[in-house]
């Protein structure tokens, strides 16, 4: 009877061991797999902030490019002011003291002044 037993015995411990092999097996495969989804997240996280920031650069770049527009706009108004070519108050009047019309050309073309956004 002993011999039986023991032949169990190591039937009963040969399953074991597969089984424990078999459970090494797909933890390693779990964990491979893990991290290669935690590489492809650090890399979409990445990619992300690197968009985010040449994003930030270009609206930087845009929001000083109309700074400089509106500084050069304003600049140019009060050139025109300092000449004499149309007042602040909007009263137009000729050397002989009658009323002259502001060419709204000059205005408009202030006003529709392109400018040239370089991104960077």
Request: glycine share 4%; proline share 2%; charged share 30%.
């Amino acid at each position: 009877m002993l011999p039986i037993q023991i032949a169990e015995l190591e039937q009963d411990k040969r399953d074991l061991e597969r089984q424990v092999n078999e459970l090494k097996a797909k933890c390693e495969q779990i964990e491979k797999r893990a991290a290669e989804q935690r590489q492809v997240e650090e890399k979409k996280h990445q990619d992300e902030i690197q968009f985010l920031k040449r994003n930030n650069q270009q609206l930087k770049c845009h929001v000083d490019a109309v700074i400089a527009h509106s500084f050069r706009l304003v600049t140019h108004i009060e050139e025109l002011l300092q000449r004499g070519l149309f007042s602040s108050g909007w009263a137009f009047t000729n050397s002989t003291g009658a009323p002259k019309t502001l060419h709204l050309n000059v205005i408009h073309g202030l006003l529709k002044m392109q400018i040239e956004i370089d991104y960077c």
